[in-house]
């Protein structure tokens, strides 16, 4: 059975370590978390961003398929399934449909209205039992081929938004979504340092997994980040599993052309990004 995000994020912050927000985007990247997570008995948050829920069909879908696969892959460990960036109205919709955890990325509006909005959705999750995280301070990453760098939140903005009573907070240090650029200076751990003294025990969420070195997690682990999230390494590495397949023209030989075995090196990909991560973040063993 899903489960809301917050307890496991509450122990992650009391423990020390952070629990991996990995996005999913078809029922192979789903499987190979889910495999992984139980192998290595470990909480895990299954991260699905608007764009990845209208590739799947719509959210009913990917909730369907989430908890059809706990039941029969008999997943013990617990699950979250959560929406990623989700506007106002995709919040509600997660909501009907039976997710278990939202995020409402008001980072976007003006703070007031960022406040009114993240307060009415704490209200609407918390009746379902769903946890809710909130955003201050966007985070870069590329559209369009330009690079924005991530931006760091004010301090007393995250409180504002924390003090709505918000499970777990993200809020931008300098990380950005995709690959960092050379010239990148790395996270702000003042800034985190400042928000997390503001904040207390509210568990904060680091963005932009992907390619941050491991001593930067670690410091940002120690400074009360508790919740990572990764997408784009995963498709990076499912895309180089799946070239190198392709390339040693393995498709053409036998069956390689049936999908089963076409897409079982990506998978096998995303399974040992996963597993690389959760023994960084430190989940492993503590579901
Ligand atoms: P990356 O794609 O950089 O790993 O970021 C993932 C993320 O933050 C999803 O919200």
Request: one cysteine or more; a negative charge.
């Given at each position: 059975m ?6 496991m994020l509450?122990?992650?912050k009391a ?12 029922l192979?990247?789903t499987?190979a978390?889910?495999?992984?997570a ?6 895990v948050i299954?991260?699905?961003s608007?764009g990845?829920?209208?590739?799947m069909t719509?959210y ?5 398929m ?7 892959m008999?997943?013990?460990v617990?699950v979250?399934?959560h929406l990623?960036h989700?506007s106002?109205e995709?919040?509600?919709k997660?909501?009907e ?7 409402f990325?008001g ?11 993240t307060?009415?959705?704490v209200a609407?999750?918390?009746?379902k039992?769903?946890s809710?995280?909130a955003e201050v301070?966007s985070?870069?990453g590329e559209e ?6 991530g931006e760091?939140a004010?301090p007393?903005e995250?409180?504002?938004?924390a003090?709505?009573g918000?499970?777990?907070l993200a809020?931008?240090?300098g990380n ?10 790395g996270l702000?751990f003042?800034?985190?340092d400042?928000i997390q003294?503001l ?6 969420v ?9 001593d930067?997690?670690k410091?940002?682990?120690?400074l ?7 997408n784009?390494?995963c498709?990076?590495s499912?895309?180089a ?8 023209g393995?498709?053409?030989?036998g069956?390689?052309f049936d ?6 090196p990506g998978?096998?990909a ?7 991560k959760?023994?960084m973040?430190?989940?492993?063993g503590?579901?």
């Open positions: 899903l489960v809301s995000a917050k307890e509450d122990k992650a423990g020390h370590y952070a629990v991996g927000q990995f996005n999913i985007n078809n192979e990247w499987k978390i889910l495999q992984t139980q192998e290595l008995n470990s909480p299954l991260g699905v608007e990845a829920g209208k590739y719509g009913k879908t990917v909730v369907g989430v908890n059809g696969m706990l039941e029969e008999n997943i013990t617990p979250a399934l990623d989700g106002y995709a919040c509600y997660c909501i449909a039976g997710f278990s955890s939202i995020m990325d980072s976007h509006y003006p703070i007031a209205e960022n406040v009114e909005k307060k009415e959705l609407a999750a918390h009746e039992g769903i809710i995280e301070g985070i870069g369009d081929g330009v690079v924005g760098m760091c004010d007393q995250c409180k504002m938004i003090d709505l918000i499970d777990f809020a931008g240090i950005i979504h995709g690959k960092y650029p050379a010239n990148w200076q702000s003042e800034t985190l400042a003294q904040t207390g025990e509210m568990p904060l680091l963005h932009g997994g992907t390619g941050i070195p491991e930067m997690i410091k940002a682990i120690s009360g980040v508790s919740k990572i999230n990764v784009t390494e498709q990076l499912f895309a599993a799946t070239r190198e397949y392709i390339e040693a393995k498709d053409q030989a069956k390689g999908p089963r075995k076409l897409l079982a998978a096998q995303i399974k040992d990004t996963v597993k690389a959760m023994e973040f430190g989940s492993v503590k579901a």
